[in-house]
Structures are given as C-alpha cells and as structure tokens.
Nanobody
Framework: QVQLVESGGGLVQPGGSLRLSCAAS????????MAWYRQAPGKQRELVAT???????NYADSVKGRFTISRDNAKNSVYLQMNSLKPEDTAVYYC???????????????WGQGTQVTVSS
C-alpha cells in the first residue's frame, strides 16, 4: 500500500557531494518521522539521520556537519544532502518512513529498496 523509492546514489570522489531523494507513494494520509540508514558490506545497518514531521533533525556523529536531512511534506519526500564525502561513507543507503494510511489508524514503518553510494578515487 505504501512504497518508498530512493534515487540519487552513484560514484563520487572523496570530498565530493551527492543528494539522495526518497519519494513515498500509495495510500498515504500523513507521514511521521523519516530517516536515512546505511549498510556497508559486512556491517550492520546504521542510522544516519532522522527528521520528525515538524522538521527536528538528528545525525550520527560520523556525518554531523557534512550531511543534511530535509523533507518536503507536499511531495511526501525526504532528502539527504551529502557533502565532503569520505570512502567510509560507501554503503547502500535506505530510506525509512513512518506512515499513517488512514485518518484514524496506526503508524507503520516502511523501507525503501536502497541506493548505492560509492566514494572512491
């Protein structure tokens, strides 16, 4: 009933920038918190950044000052601006959203399929 689709990943040199996008579609009444996670090969998935429905943000220490999460509620979208990229940022990045599909109903968690970010010279 709800789908999250990420885009914007790719190959970039150290110090470069990328902007990831995630658009939610389907039976959406409202969206609560949204977030970006990442998972490198052989490692556990980790939280990168979160943003509440009101726009409050939090970041992992490893990306603080370099990444910026934002959202556009009119477009049901969340973005991750990634600057000063490092090789250790290489991972599959996943979009996450808590979605309410009815006026009266629960929030449910949804995940995107992931987009690859590779930082290499």
């Amino acid at each position: 009933q709800v789908q999250l689709v990420e885009s914007g990943g790719g190959l970039v040199q150290p110090g470069g920038s990328l902007r990831l996008s995630c658009a939610a579609s389907g039976s959406i009444f409202s969206i609560g918190a949204m977030a970006w996670y990442r998972q490198a090969p052989g490692k556990q998935r980790e939280l990168v950044a979160t943003i509440t429905s009101g726009g409050s943000t939090n970041y992992a220490d490893s990306v603080k000052g370099r990444f910026t999460i934002s959202r556009d509620n009119a477009k049901n979208s969340v973005y991750l601006q990634m600057n000063s990229l490092k090789p250790e940022d290489t991972a599959v990045y996943y979009c996450y959203a808590e979605v309410r599909t009815k006026l009266i109903g629960p929030l449910a968690a949804y995940w995107g399929q992931g987009t690859q970010v590779t930082v290499s010279s």
